[in-house]
């Protein structure tokens, strides 16, 4: 059974930093690109950051981009994502996800990731 579990979330003030962390088990983590969303209450989720399997590439939206670190260790199966310069528009749910298929590259379309995290809050405040 895939379990994916975040941690790290918590209240910061703005132009602060938080590194969350995504331990995975249950799947062959160093052969599963991953992705980090988030979603706000009554907003579709979207997609904030993405790491190929190898950790060799990564991916990010434009409203993160500069600010936010994906990462992993596949020693530990963990991925994480460092976010600085925090806003209080980076309030939200945040989950990691890993994609459908092994070695894919993940992309911005959540239907792409089978595998979903229970979700850790960020809120940051102005």
């Known amino acids: 059974q895939v379990q994916l579990q975040e941690s790290g979330g918590g209240l910061v003030q703005a132009g602060g930093s938080l590194r969350l962390s995504c331990a995975a088990s249950?799947?062959?983590?160093?052969?599963?690109?991953m992705g980090w969303f988030r979603q706000v209450p009554g907003k579709e989720r979207e997609f904030v950051a993405s790491?190929?399997?190898?950790?060799?590439?990564?991916y990010y939206s434009d409203s993160v981009k500069g600010r936010f670190t994906a990462s992993r260790d596949n020693a530990k199966n963990t991925v994480y994502l460092q976010m600085s310069s925090l806003k209080p528009e980076d309030t939200a749910v945040y989950s990691c996800?890993?994609?459908?298929?092994?070695?894919?590259?993940?992309?911005?379309?959540?239907?792409?990731?089978?595998?979903w995290g229970q979700g850790t809050q960020v809120t940051v405040s102005s």
């Open positions: 996800a890993a994609a459908r298929r092994i070695y894919d590259t993940p992309g911005t379309n959540s239907r792409e990731y089978a595998y």
């Open positions: 249950g799947l062959s983590f160093g052969s599963y690109g």
């Open positions: 790491i190929t399997f190898s950790g060799q590439n990564s």
